[in-house]
């Protein structure tokens, strides 16, 4: 009875020692893959900006994931890829020289799949002064298949103060 002890205590220490050792390993392993979902979500919203000041409304479409669910100031809500290009050709139509910029960014890594990312958005150039100019937005970025989309996307107007 003694030895069976003895070995489930020694087998309880073995293991308890090897989940430390474990749980050791994948702080760095975590800490290196949220740098790397950072990196790799920060180049698409820069992605999305410069397709934003380039016109590129299918640039900006193929960033959505196909069935995605989005809404903007204007509180209709879009819920394809083909609607949110049609939705940004209106708008480029509507104010050719507007330019947007994206500031104050913060990602929340939920998992290695899911980002919520939110900002502050300021667009500049547009024919129509009384168009709100600046507001706030979130995004939620899931990677499906090896690849980043947004798969939820909320942008309101708010007055930002510089």
């Known amino acids: 009875m003694k030895s069976t002890l003895s070995v ?10 090897g989940l430390t050792q474990e749980a050791k390993k994948e702080k760095p392993n975590r800490k290196e893959q949220n740098k790397k979902i950072t990196e790799e979500v920060q180049a698409l919203y820069r992605q999305w ?5 380039a016109k590129d409304a299918n640039g900006i479409a193929n960033l959505y994931n196909v069935k995605t669910d ?3 100031g204007d509180g209709v809500r ?12 209106e708008e480029f139509k509507r104010e050719p020289n507007a ?4 500031t104050e960014v913060e990602l929340q890594i939920l998992s290695p799949r899911l980002v919520v990312e939110s900002g502050v958005w300021q667009v500049t150039g547009v024919k129509d002064e009384s168009a709100p100019s600046s507001g706030r937005y ?6 499906k ?6 798969v939820h996307d909320r942008a309101w107007n708010a007055p930002i103060e510089n």
Request: glycine fraction near 2%; avoid cysteine; charged fraction near 25%.
């Open 8 to 17: 489930v205590l020694l087998l309880a220490i073995f293991t308890q020692s």
């Open 49 to 53: 900006d410069a397709a934003f000041n």
């Open 70 to 72: 989005t809404m903007y």
């Open 78 to 89: 879009h819920r394809s890829r083909k609607e949110i290009a049609k939705y940004f050709r």
């Open 99 to 102: 330019q947007q910029k994206i």
């Open 138 to 143: 979130s995004a939620i970025w899931a990677k």
């Open 145 to 150: 298949k090896g690849k980043w989309q947004i």
